[in-house]
């Protein structure tokens, strides 16, 4: 599973979130920090969190400095030829992207999914014209095409059922232009049973995944809350 998207979308906190959710299901979870454009907000940085819940984390070689050094490790390799499930952290927009196209040929003798993650509350993605026309661009550095989106429309801990609710045409009309499914919208566990799973009721979320928020701003909490220590 490869997450990708805009700068600051939220694709490492749904990583991470995927990541233990799939550890509860497999014997075998791998999560990839494959973000070697920027040295803040990696997956790698909450390696204790995970290896705690059994994912195992590969990650460049200078992830946790603040060298932008693109050094893959060749376990990326191996992790691709692992039997359990595997979730590749992608850096943001093309730039980041790049560093997937050296595995494109690998990740397309397997199944995967390429999950396009798209947020209204971010700069440059805040309609769904602005969202859509940068998908071909990480497509075209990554060498790999997306399968599906995920809405993660989201303002961090001010988030709230109307914030979720406020972003359902944003992303069915950003799937319609991309002509994908969308796999899912994210709602922030704290506030996941306002919202309804009946078609009917207002507060209707179709495909509702609740997450954790677990990647904090330094100043957020302390270091051991974010599995850091």
Request: proline share 6%; with cysteine.
């Amino acid at each position: 599973m490869i997450v990708t998207g805009h700068y600051g979308s939220g694709k490492t906190n749904l990583s991470i979130n995927l990541a233990l959710d799939l550890a509860e299901r497999y014997a075998e979870v791998t999560l990839v920090d494959l973000d070697v454009v920027n040295p803040y907000f990696r997956s790698s940085d909450y390696t204790a969190l995970l290896e705690r819940h059994g994912v195992r984390v590969v990650a460049p070689t200078f992830a946790g400095t603040t060298l932008e050094t693109p050094s893959l490790p060749a376990a990326i390799y191996g992790a691709l030829d692992s039997t359990g499930a595997v979730i590749l952290d992608v850096g943001g927009d093309d730039a980041g992207a790049t560093a997937l196209g050296r595995y494109a040929k690998q990740i397309e003798q397997i199944d995967y999914d390429m999950l396009y993650v798209i947020n209204c509350y971010r700069n440059l993605t805040s309609t769904p014209e602005e969202a859509a026309a940068l998908l071909p661009e990480i497509e075209a550095a990554s060498r790999l095409l997306a399968t599906g989106i995920v809405n993660n429309s989201h303002l961090r801990r001010e988030t709230t059922v109307e914030t979720v609710l406020a972003s359902a045409a944003f992303a069915r009309r950003s799937a319609d232009i991309l002509g994908l499914p969308l796999v899912c919208t994210t709602v922030p566990r704290s506030i996941a049973s306002g919202i309804s799973s009946v078609p009917s009721d207002p507060t209707y979320v179709m495909n509702a995944y609740p997450i954790e928020l677990y990647v904090r701003f330094p100043w957020e909490q302390p270091a051991e809350e974010n599995g850091k220590a």
